[in-house]
Every structure is written in structure tokens, then in C-alpha cells.
């Protein structure tokens, strides 16, 4: 190396020389890869700075990531939250076995051909039920019988238990009820309940199939409310990015996991119900994405994704007078629209307040602009006038998509705390309870009562209509009017 060192510099060198010369070289090149690594770090540093400073979503930050609060003082920003070091918590510990054997008798008289039995054995059958806050392990005698004449043999029906089953009716629909309808997570869940994972996702994927014919009852639903809400927010599935999506009205929540966030795996859930359909009618409610464009409905956009634009232009251009005046007056109409909805007005006060803010905010963005941002706020509301005022012809629709929003976030939490699913069948066992016992939950109905009520009637008689029994047909809902009507608010404030 030395000697090629040297010919390179075309010179003579001694020895010593050329020694150092290396030895310059090499710690040349160390001291670049440490100057990289520590540009790498400070600039990681700088990040997270940045990031603690300006929130990390910006103006879209929800209050759980803010840093600390605007108006919290000095010393309660210094103080770090969560349980103390060491703090071991407290579980819940799953009792004994309890309890005597049930005696469980068969029937007395053979059910084909109504001569008397005689008994015939007795077994052991071990069963885990759910009281609330306690799980009992029974152990019920089953006995058979055989029938003296045509020498058949028939069981006692273990009541609210399904055949081959270890778990009763009430144990499922409770465990199901926490998981999809609480926001347990599923280790919670099973060690709460005593019940295996594998044993869990069984369980639930057989009630889950089950309650598949359920789904198109829901889609019936919402297709005839007159107002509807759609939202989606990202899912991942062993691994993989997708999407949630959730539709839902006034007593109906549908919730689908698709591969994409395109309007397609919408369509495709609707598909066999808006054969032949052009446009329905009623609103659908939705933030400005634009794969809601194609679907058959009137849309409806949620002004409060249209304030946070306008405050963010606000933001961007403090000096500039001409957006901080358009967008003062912008935001103080689209407020006062969203503010509308849950004010308790009589009709003959509530239409002519929303038809005034609706011509003002026409007004303000048809003026003249000559300020590209403002101008480009100004082409969005007149491009879009038939998607921005339905809730000034009709009280029901709101000005923004909070109910849909606020629907979907027992969907977000849980994607948060369990990192998705991990098959396209969990994905899809989820989407159908989820769906279920949500809008069971809207009727008025206990859902884990509900689904222990199905699950006992599919255990007595298999051919019974469980989409039937959960959601019972219903007369037409009014359809949507246009124009101050005398209609009642059905979607709660």
C-alpha cells in the first residue's frame, strides 16, 4: 500500500513518511463516518424537537397528542404522566370450579313415537358460563333415554348451550360483547374469561358466520335512512396496509374491511342492493375524498374539514390582510352552520338562520380575491355548491361528519392497541360482529342479551332466521325533503 501510495504522488518518500501519510488517511475516513453519524443523530434530535414543538399531525393533532395543554400552567407541564414505576396494577382472579352436578332429565315420552322411555345412561358434560363479573364451571348430568318400542335413544337438551359446545350461549355473547363492543383486547378478554385464543377466535368465527346473513338486513337499512355518514381510516391485516370503512346512519352501523381505500369495496358491499338504482335518495354525509363521487347519493361535505383548511391558510399567511379577513369571516359562517344542527330551534327559527348563513357564506366566496389561497378556498365552494348546503334545506343533515367520526373510533382504538388482524377471515369476523352488535346497540337493545336470545333459538331449532329475529322488518322511513319541514332531529347532539 505504501508502495502505491507513493508512486501515486509520483515522489520519493521514506518510510516514516509514508506511514503517517496512512495514518492521516484512516482517520480522515473515520472522522467522515463520525461526522455522518452525528449529522444522522442531530438531525433525528432536530425531528423529535420539531415534532414535540408543532404536533405531530398538525392542525389535525388530536388532544391525546398534544404535548400538554394551551393553558395548563408551568408546573403541570412538568409532570409526567402514567402509573408509577414498579405499580404491578390490578387483575382480576378467575374463581374455582363451584357447585353441585345439575341433574338433567330426558324426556319421559319417545318424541317419534310416543310410547314411554326408560333411562338409559347418564354422562358428564362440563360447560363454562358467564354471571356477570364471575365464570361458573358447571357440570351438568345428561341423561338418555331409549325409547321400549322402537329401542331409539334420545339426550336432555342442555339449555342455552350449542351442541358440541364448552361454552353457553350467555359466555359467548358476553365475551363477544367485550371484545367488539367494549374495545377489550382480546388477551383481556381470554384471561378475564378463562378461554383460550385459539378457542376465542373459533368461537367467534362460527357466530360471526352465523351472523353473515345479518348483513344485508343492515344494508337495507341504511340504504332507506334518509341521512347516512361514511368514514374510513387505515387497518392492517397480518401485516399489510388496508382499510376500514364505516357506514352508518341513524339505526344502522355497517363496518368492512377492504384491501384499498378506493370507493369500489363500497360499491361491492352495496352492489346487490342498488341493482338498477341510479340515485338514491336522502344525503350521504363524507369528508371531501373523492372516492365517494360515484356512489349512487346525494353527498353531503363536512365543513369542519373545510374550517380546518381555512385555519390553516389563516396560519400560513399572518401578515396578508386579505387572508386574514377572508378567512375570519369564512370561519365564523362555517361554525355558526356546523353550531346549527344541535341547537334545540323550532322549525320557523332554524330554516331562516341556516338560509342566512348559507347566502353569507356565498357571498364570501364568490367576491372578488386576488390572493391565489383564498381564490383556491373560493373554487372549492363553487365547484362543489350542490355537495355544501343540504343542511339548510333539511334539519336532519348535519354540516359536518362527527356522528361518522365518532362511530368509527371504537374501530381506531382497537386498531391501535391490537395492530389489526391477522387473516382476511379475522378481518371479516370483525367487520360482521362489529356491525351487529353495533347496531344492536342503536335500536335500543342489549346486544350481549340479544345475541344470547339468537344464539339460544339457532341451538333449539338451526333453521331459524336470526337477520329475521335481530332486526325485525320495519314500515319505509320518511325519505329526506327538501325545504323547511316540520322533521324531527334523529341523530342524537
Known sequence: MKGALSRRLGVAMCSGCLSKMVEIDRLKREVGKRDKRIAALEAKLGRQARTQAERPFGDSTPSSKEPFKANAPEEDRKKRGGARVGHCGHGRSVPPPTGEPEPLAAPLVCPGCGAPTESHKVEERHVRDHIPERIVDRTILVETRRC???AGSFEAEVPGVLPRRKYTNQFLADAAAEHYLAGRTQGDVCSRFGIGAGAFNGAMQWIAELLRPCMDQLVLRFLAAPVRFSDETGHREDGAGCYSWLLSSADASIFQVGKSRAGAVVLDLLAPSLEGVARLAGVLVVDRYVAYGPLPFHLQYCFAHLLRDVQALAKDFPEVPEVQVFCAALASQLAAAMRLHCRPLPDDLYYPQATAAKSEIIRICTAQARHPGVQAIQTIFRENSHRLYHWADDRRVPADNNYSERSIRPLVIARKISFGTQSERGSATRSVIMSVLHTLRKQGD??????????????????????????????????????????????PR
Open 446 to 491: 342489549s346486544p350481549a342479551e340479544k345475541l344470547r336470545e339468537a344464539l339460544d333459538l339457532h341451538a333449539r331449532d338451526p333453521g331459524t332466521d336470526i337477520a329475521a329475529f335481530l332486526f325485525p322488518a320495519r314500515p319505509p322511513q320518511p325519505q329526506l325533503r327538501c325545504g323547511p319541514a316540520t322533521v324531527p332531529t334523529l341523530l
Open 148 to 150: 321400549r318400542a322402537c
